[in-house]
């Protein structure tokens, strides 16, 4: 299927929670409201024209101006065909629900996400920090983020 056709078909089916197709892209991308994420996910996994069973990347991004976001980028080994989704929250209420038990895979990326930009995925198992000490403060990856000068009484070298 094109970009054209699964935006087409998923717009059909949540309507205006559907909000925008880039094509013009490399990867090409749909941008989906917070709320629908897991039924977008699991319909996008379980349709038979669709069969996205591979969720091979999720990235937390920081789009400045208080927006951050996350970008799944999916693939279909039977059907041979790709799509990003994006969905955009606030840098205020960062949370999107996690897809985690539809593509278990997300487990770690979420955690990543979760560690370094601070989005926060309601209904993760086991959302707490992967790369960063636990009592780390701040998340690395947001652009204001400022590196502090000492950590648990250690020069932090920047």
Do not use: C
């Amino acid at each position: 299927m094109t970009a054209q056709e699964i935006f087409e078909s998923l717009k059909t089916r949540f309507g205006d929670a559907i909000l925008e197709l880039k094509a013009d892209l490399t990867s090409p991308s749909i941008k989906i409201s917070p709320t629908v994420t897991p039924d977008v996910a699991r319909f996008l996994r379980d349709d038979e024209q669709m069969q996205f069973d591979f969720l091979s990347s999720l990235s937390g991004v920081d789009l400045r101006e208080g927006k951050l976001a996350v970008v799944y980028h999916l693939a279909s080994m039977t059907r041979r065909h790709t799509i990003a989704l994006r969905v955009e929250v606030t840098a205020e209420s960062p949370q999107v629900p996690s897809v985690e038990s539809i593509w278990k895979t997300a487990n770690w990326h979420e955690r990543e996400a979760f560690d370094l930009i601070g989005i926060v995925f309601t209904g993760h198992p086991d959302l707490r920090r992967i790369l960063l000490p636990y009592d780390w403060e701040g998340h690395p990856l947001r652009k204001d983020y400022q590196v502090p000068e000492f950590y648990n009484g250690m020069k932090v070298p920047y």
